[in-house]
């Protein structure tokens, strides 16, 4: 049996600040307009898990918005491909794969590193983006990774006011209400297209993180091809942002419930840290702490 755990997690805290924490990017992204990538580059960014999940989004947002190519890599896996700019996301400023891929950088090409922890190696490594006003205790990311994005979408051009109004709403329901039919779902397959697609892979990471659930993660158009067999009553199907053709008839005729709403993916995500909370506290977990994850990965050799 898991431990119990009573108090509220710090997660909550961290949770509930990211409307603010997403209006207040909007200076750092000015402030670093120099250092963020700028049209017609060729870029590659960077992270691990949850930050490298941003940095697909960030890639998506990117190339979407005609800004230049634009890949995204776990830093354990860069390919060298003549980028003019590099983007490293690195909360804890510590991961060793973070550190090596930083100092392969060819030393003349322009890195920044987006970092919540001060004085940590990373930040000698490139030109600093330091936001240690979005640090968490909980080893479980939100706010630092859903801020980072919303640097680079104040960067992009996007007006983030109506998508911080969204967060807002969903963070004045009732859980209990709104994710009910949720809460105790068996499994949960995520979906999404897109900047969503990798939105989709940070929520199914997420919940398999803070409660230990069985989640996936796909893009919309390939649950079809295969992930929708796995669809049944007592099961659900999470799509961000909006769905494709036919697909709710799809999903109803497997008997799972679909949950979407018609928000921005990224408000939506706020929805899924609220259901991480209420599915940790059922099972008397703690999700801050989850079981055999450090906030940090640093390698011996």
Known sequence: MPAEH??????????????DDWANAETVAADHRAVLPQPGERVAVIGCGTSFFMSRAIAALREAAGHGITDAWPASA???????????????????????AMRAIPEHIPRAVICSTPATPVLDLGDPILIDQ?????????????????????????????VIAQAQAVLAEDPAESLAAVRAAEQISFVGMGFAAAIADEAALKLRESCQSWTEAY?????????????????AVWAFGPLEPDFTGDVAAT??????????????????????????????????????LNRSVVLKS
């Open 6 to 19: 009573t108090s509220a997690p710090h997660l909550t805290t961290e949770v509930a600040t990211q409307p």
């Open 78 to 100: 860069v390919r060298d491909r003549d980028y003019d700019r590099y983007l490293v996301i690195c909360r804890s400023g510590t991961t060793t794969e973070v550190v090596r």
């Open 255 to 292: 008997g799972a419930h679909l949950e979407h709403r018609d928000i921005d993916p990224m408000a939506d995500l706020v929805r899924v840290h609220r259901l991480c909370i209420l599915r940790s506290a059922d099972l008397k977990l703690d999700p801050d702490h989850p079981r055999s």
């Open 219 to 235: 893009l919309a158009t390939e649950y079809r091809h295969g992930p929708i067999s796995i669809s049944a009553p007592g099961r």
């Open 134 to 162: 979005v640090d968490e205790q909980s080893v479980v990311q939100t706010r630092f990774a859903t801020t980072t994005l919303a640097i680079l979408r104040w960067h992009l051009g996007h007006d983030l006011t109506p």
